[in-house]
């Protein structure tokens, strides 16, 4: 089992959901994040006033994935996130030792 960490724009939640449940994926966490990486923020004008926004609007989605589908869980989350811009995001995958549901008891690759 994986846990699987996808940072992307916001606008594109939707098509990754849609993405990652046509391939089986049961359930993700979302969670609103802000932050940046290479593209520093950027700057805007507001009342004429020019200021920085360091940081960007993002989206973390989090899944515990079976080893089964971790490559196309990857692939699906590439292809919908995918605009060919700065700040499209990353996806990280840590080891996931043990899983247990919490209201049947089951543990592992049946709890997810």
């Not at 939707?14 to 449940?21: A, H, I, K, P, T």
């Not at 926004?53 to 089964?68: H, R, S, Y």
């Amino acid at each position: 089992m994986k846990y699987l960490i996808a940072v992307i724009k916001p606008f594109k939640l939707d098509e990754v959901r849609e993405e990652l449940s046509a391939i089986g994926v049961q359930g993700i966490t979302v969670t609103e994040a802000k932050g940046f990486g290479r593209q520093k923020g950027h700057t805007e004008l507001y009342r004429g006033a020019e200021y920085a926004v360091d940081f960007l609007p993002k989206v973390k989605i989090e899944a515990a994935i079976p080893d089964a589908l971790l490559e196309r869980a990857i692939e699906a989350i590439e292809k919908a996130a995918n605009t060919g811009k700065i700040g499209d995001g990353k996806i990280f995958v840590l080891d996931l030792l043990h899983v247990r549901r919490i209201r049947t008891g089951e543990v592992d690759e049946a709890a997810i």
